[in-house]
């Protein structure tokens, strides 16, 4: 990985390849941003760019070190996700001690690092202190108000920011040939998340989702309740409440074949894009800003039957089934009440 291969976040490279060219990189980065954001492909930038035999601000992508760098074998380089404080000791805190093998400095990518335990963070707290001259750590978590102060307070964050839509979008049409309309449902959905997007994009089980809220949306125009309670089963049994927890190994070859799965949420997340599109109809009539492009017949309709009163009240009930998965209620349960509460206002 380089930076020149990471799209956007100009001013997290600008401000790491400064660092490289003064020799002047901290010991401890926090890398704050949301799953899929890309904080491992901007560790493993600087991290290759600083172990690199040439030197500078990018990676040559030639030398040994980048090479062990790109086949995750470098023997300076130590991946670990949420480690217990047990392992902070030996494979942080006592592995730092001894020397680098082959580079100038030994790096600690620790990923999750914001789910570590009290305990855990204070055992790294020392060495974020104190490190050795070659001991550099790589904090990569989703929301960095998870570590504690002290460690907060010794460590340079940098926060991964959402990309703009006129970014994302003709980036998934280039790379992925896909239609209009499937790289606007993408790029609404991923807000700003490229990592998601791409990863979407190659998923079938978005497609199926998408399928999925456009067959929902029709068939709860014309249902009873039984019908409701069959439909609540069938996709909350589809679409897990929960994603399942990422594996706290830290096997990068793991990470990269974790199949992509769409979670209750995600679901709704996408339900509400379709009602946005049939509200946007409905007070405009216009097609161009539409994200469900290829089902405009459907929302045509669907913006005949409901008023502005309905849709407000659907927006209004699917967050409200959000927060009740949330916290806990069934997802079976909160649907069934959801399906029902959208048929009462057609
Ligand atoms: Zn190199």
Redesign the pocket.
């Known amino acids: 990985m380089t930076f020149s291969e990471i799209i956007g976040q100009e001013e997290i490279k600008a401000h790491l390849q400064s660092a490289l060219q003064q020799k002047k990189v901290s010991h401890a980065y926090i890398l704050n941003g949301e799953a899929e954001s890309g904080k491992m492909m901007m560790a493993e930038a600087f991290v290759a760019a600083l172990l ?3 030197g500078g601000a990018e ?5 040994k ?2 090479h062990q760098m790109q086949t995750h074998n470098h023997p300076d380089v130590k991946y670990i996700a949420a480690p217990p404080v047990k392992q902070v000791r030996e494979d942080i805190v006592g592995d730092m001690q001894i020397k680098p093998y082959s580079s100038p400095y030994k790096v600690y990518i620790i990923e999750h690092a914001d789910e570590m335990d009290q305990s855990a963070q204070n055992a790294l707290l020392k060495t974020i202190e104190e490190p050795p001259e070659y001991g550099i750590i790589l904090l990569l978590v989703s929301n960095d108000q998870r570590l504690l102060q002290t460690i907060r307070s010794r460590c340079v964050t940098l926060n991964i920011k959402p990309l703009r839509d006129e970014v994302i979008k003709p980036y998934l049409i280039q790379k992925y040939n896909i239609p209009d309309y499937e790289a606007n449902v993408l790029t609404s959905f991923s807000q700003g998340n490229l990592g998601r997007a791409q990863k979407l994009a190659q998923s079938d089980a978005f497609v199926e989702a998408r399928r999925d809220v456009m067959s929902l949306s029709a068939k709860v125009l014309n249902m009873n309740d039984a019908e409701a309670l069959d439909l609540a089963k069938e996709y909350s049994e589809k679409y897990k409440a929960k994603r399942k927890k990422q594996a706290q190994i830290s096997m990068v070859e793991d990470r990269e074949e974790e199949e992509e799965e769409i979670s209750l949420p995600e679901f709704l997340d996408l339900l509400v894009v379709w009602y946005r599109d049939v509200l946007l109809y409905k007070a405009s009539q216009k097609t161009s800003q539409i994200i469900y492009s290829d089902a405009l017949h459907q929302i045509r309709t669907q913006a005949g039957k409901l008023d502005y009163e309905s849709i407000e009240w659907i927006f209004k009930s699917i967050e409200k089934t959000k927060r009740q998965i949330y916290s806990n209620v069934s997802g079976e349960v909160a649907l069934d009440a959801l399906l029902l509460s959208i048929k009462e206002t057609y």
């Open positions: 690199c035999e040439e990676s040559c992508g030639s030398c070190s980048c």
